[in-house]
């Protein structure tokens, strides 16, 4: 199962709403999540089951989205969150995921 | 807390052979499947493989069917990786990442991962 995500990048200030796009090739029910990784860093979860919020993670990040077409929110972009953002299709093997979605401070 | 930290990682000739590690602490190891991802340096995450809770199921990339073995020791709380006939394209960041749900690794996400362990395959 592909995963493409749009855009590939995006430029965006502090308390701007931002929104990603993550396409699959095939149906995959709920399974999906998305993931933020910093510079360095490993992957963390944000978010599971395409829109239930790990523990932790602030409530301005949201996910929707079934079958093949799922989005990550984030409703009012902090410092904090420029980084990248990958979704995963956890409904069969291999666990792919998308390329990922840059957000960079403008 | 959970911790999972990785070593083994090193610069190695091509057709060559490494193995990883991944020691886990702060849950039940023996309970949860464990994955393997990697990130080639300035790319994307790639899933690479993983293992049942009891390493009786074993899924792995295409890229690297073949070439690498995932397995697990319970009673030292550790995963590994076994990567023989090594290429400049294994090239990257090695994570292992714990399955979210106990028992079967299910639908969920990977909820805790390594701080990486780097594998350099060069001449």
């Known amino acids: 199962i592909q995963l493409t995500q749009s855009p590939s990048s995006l430029s965006a200030s502090v308390g701007d709403r931002v929104t990603i796009t993550c396409r699959a090739s095939q149906g995959i029910t709920s399974y999906l999540a998305w993931y933020q990784q910093k510079p360095g860093k490993a992957p963390k979860l944000l978010i599971y089951?395409?829109?239930t919020l790990q523990s932790g993670v602030p409530s301005r990040f949201s996910g929707s989205g079934s079958g093949t077409d799922f989005t990550l929110t984030i409703s009012s972009l902090q410092p904090e969150d420029f980084a990248t953002y990958y979704c995963?299709?956890?409904?069969?093997?291999?666990?792919?995921f998308g390329q990922g979605t840059k957000v960079e401070i403008k | 807390q959970v911790q999972l930290v990785e070593s083994g990682g090193g610069v190695v000739q091509p057709g060559r052979s490494l193995r990883l590690s991944c020691a886990a602490s702060?849950?039940?190891?023996?309970?949860?499947?464990m994955h393997w991802v990697r990130q080639a340096p300035g790319k994307g995450l790639e899933w690479v493989a993983v293992i049942s809770y009891d390493g009786g199921t074993k899924y792995y990339a295409d890229s690297v069917k073949g070439r690498f073995t995932i397995s697990r020791d319970n009673s030292k709380n550790t995963l590994y990786l076994q990567m023989n006939s090594l290429r400049a394209d294994d090239t990257a960041v090695y994570y292992c990442?714990?399955?979210?749900?106990?028992?079967?690794?299910?639908?969920?996400?990977?909820?805790?991962w390594g701080q990486g362990t780097l594998v350099t395959v060069s001449s």
């Open positions: 702060g849950f039940t190891f023996s309970s949860y499947g």
């Open positions: 990442a714990k399955c979210f749900s106990e028992g079967g690794c299910g639908h969920g996400g990977f909820d805790y």
């Open positions: 995963q299709q956890l409904n069969s093997y291999p666990r792919t």
């Open positions: 089951a395409a829109s």
